[in-house]
C-alpha cells in the first residue's frame, strides 16, 4: 500500500517536473538584411515635379520591414498551457498618426487593447475612427468600430482565427492602418527594429523558426533550433532578397 503511494507521487512530481517553465530553456537571434542584395529601385525618369514627403509620414522608414514581421515556433511539443491566452491584456500604442507596429501578432482568444496614447493637439488625427472592415466582430463591442477613440481612450478587441490578417484602419487617414495576425498559442516574438527577438519558456525539443511577413510565411526563412532544458539556443536568419510570402494558412 505504502509502495504504491510513494509510486504515485513519484509520477506526480515527474509531470509537475516536466511541465515546469524551469526546465524550459531561450530562443533568441535576430533577423538580418544584407542591404547588398537588397538594393534599392534606381530612380526613373520622370516627366513631373517631383513630390515633397508627406509631413506626417515623416520619420517612419518604409525600407525597415521588421516592423511588418514576427517570428514563430514550429513543431515542437507546445506543451498543455500554450494555447491558453493570459489573464492580462496586451496594448498596442497608437501615436498620433500611426500605430506602434505595422503589423501586430497576438494570441488567439486574448484581449488586446487599442490605446491613443497621442498627445493633446488641435490634430483632429488624434482622434482617429479606427475601424474593421469586413471583420468588426473582432471588436469586443462592434458599435465600437469606425467611433473616434479620444485621448487615452482605448477599444478592445479580440482575434477568433489563426494566422488571417485583419486589418485596422483610420476612416479618415488611408495611411493610419495595422495588420492584426492571430496565433494560436504562445511560443511567437515581435522582433524590434534592429531586428533581435527573444522566446521564453520554450519547452525543450527540436523547432522550426518561421517567419511571417505582411500577410503571410516569408519563403525561404525557415531555421531549425534545439532547445535544451534551461538552455539559451540562438538562431540568426537572414531575410531572403525577394521577400515572397506563402499563402496563410500553410
Request: glycine share 8%; hydrophobic share 40%; aromatic share 6%.
Amino acid at each position: 500500500m505504502r509502495g504504491n503511494l510513494l509510486l504515485r507521487y513519484a509520477i506526480a512530481f515527474a509531470l509537475l517536473a516536466t511541465a515546469s517553465p524551469t526546465l524550459a530553456g531561450t530562443v533568441s537571434g535576430s533577423l538580418k538584411i544584407d542591404k547588398a542584395k537588397h538594393p534599392s529601385p534606381p530612380e526613373r525618369s520622370r516627366g513631373y515635379v517631383a513630390r515633397t514627403p508627406h509631413p506626417l509620414l515623416a520619420g517612419k522608414p518604409v525600407e525597415n520591414p521588421f516592423p511588418s514581421m514576427f517570428v514563430v515556433l514550429s513543431g515542437g511539443d507546445l506543451g498543455e498551457d500554450a494555447a491558453t491566452p493570459a489573464r492580462r491584456p496586451v496594448e498596442l500604442e497608437l501615436v498620433g498618426q500611426r500605430f506602434a507596429r505595422d503589423v501586430f501578432p497576438v494570441m488567439v482568444g486574448q484581449l488586446l487593447l487599442i490605446k491613443n496614447v497621442s498627445k493633446r493637439t488641435a490634430n483632429k488625427g488624434v482622434t482617429p475612427r479606427i475601424d474593421a472592415p469586413g471583420n468588426r466582430d473582432v471588436f469586443a463591442n462592434p458599435g465600437d468600430a469606425g467611433t473616434p477613440i479620444n485621448h487615452n481612450g482605448e477599444r478592445e478587441l479580440t482575434l477568433k482565427k489563426a494566422f488571417s490578417p485583419v486589418e485596422l484602419r483610420d476612416l479618415d487617414s488611408i495611411h493610419l492602418r495595422t495588420k492584426l495576425v492571430g496565433v494560436p498559442h504562445k511560443h511567437f516574438a515581435a522582433p524590434n527594429r534592429a531586428g533581435k527577438f527573444e522566446l521564453t519558456d520554450v519547452p525543450a525539443g527540436s523547432w522550426t523558426v518561421r517567419v511571417w511577413y505582411q500577410d503571410g510565411w516569408l519563403r525561404g526563412a525557415e531555421r531549425k533550433v534545439t532547445v535544451t532544458a534551461k538552455g539559451k539556443a540562438t538562431v540568426n536568419i537572414n531575410i531572403p532578397p525577394a521577400m515572397q510570402v506563402e499563402a496563410a494558412g500553410k
